[in-house]
T-cell receptor
Framework: NAGVTQTPKFQVLKTGQSMTLQCAQD?????MYWYRQDPGMGLRLIYY???????DKGEVPNGYNVSRLNKREFSLRLESAAPSQTSVYFC??????????????FGQGTRLTVV | SQQGEEDPQALSIQEGENATMNCSYK?????LQWYRQNSGRGLVHLIL?????REKHSGRLRVTLDTSKKSSSLLITASRAADTASYFC?????????????FGSGTQLTVLP
């Protein structure tokens, strides 16, 4: 199994450009998450999705939108990138059906630089 | 602000010594989890402790949970150079229908050979 797959791994954007970070999981998990991690800091939750068709804001949602396209995929969109969004972005999934409180599995991250 | 806060922020020990990291959190939780992150990589789950448990072991890892103090500790015994990494606690909230997974700021552990 691939687990959680994020694309792309690296991206450089100019201020004002838009892009979508893709995330897919093959573990039949209900919950999916997007985090950002800045140097020397922990992970801050941007958005999460408890199930297909639902999304909720996390700690730092401003400047981002998400789509839970289906059970497998959860994308993160930056409509107008700003230098403050330079960060490493992680996608995660958790909770197989019937087991709502389990550990999360992480992708390898997307390193985004906005110039 | 983040739910969990780890202490210390950085810890440097000799190989063979034990390493203890602490985590405090603010709200009612369903469970608390510890993760490890090697430099430049994603996070890897280490251990999960539920709110009705007080202690849990997994190999060289020992986790305790004190819900009255809203705190947890992670003990790594007989540390190895390969244990060098950042360690994060994460909490799953007990409120609402969605299980929000919230991370602390982490402890950077360096194990010197």
């Amino acid at each position: 199994n691939a687990g959680v797959t994020q694309t792309p791994k690296f991206q450089v954007l100019k201020t004002g450009q838009s892009m979508t970070l893709q995330c897919a999981q093959d573990m039949n998990h209900n919950s999916m998450y997007w985090y950002r991690q800045d140097p020397g800091m922990g992970l801050r939750l941007i958005y999460y999705s408890a199930s297909e068709g639902t999304t909720d804001k996390g700690e730092v949602p401003n400047g981002y939108n998400v789509s839970r396209l289906n059970k497998r995929e959860f994308s993160l969109r930056l409509e107008s990138a700003a230098p403050s969004q330079t960060s490493v972005y992680f996608c995660a999934s958790a909770a197989p059906p019937g087991l709502p409180n389990t550990e999360a599995f992480f992708g390898q991250g997307t390193r985004l630089t906005v110039v | 602000s983040q739910q969990g806060e780890e202490d210390p922020q950085a810890l440097s020990i000799q190989e063979g010594e034990n390493a203890t990291m602490n985590c405090s959190y603010k709200t009612s939780i369903n469970n608390l989890q510890w993760y490890r992150q090697n430099s430049g990589r994603g996070l890897v789950h280490l251990i999960l402790i539920r709110s009705n448990e007080r202690e849990k072991h997994s190999g060289r890892l020992r986790v305790t949970l004190d819900t009255s103090k809203k705190s947890s500790s992670l003990l790594i015994t007989a540390s190895r150079a390969a244990d060098t990494a950042s360690y994060f606690c994460a909490t799953v909230s007990n409120s609402g229908s969605a299980r929000q997974l919230t991370f602390g700021s982490g402890t950077q552990l360096t194990v010197l050979p």
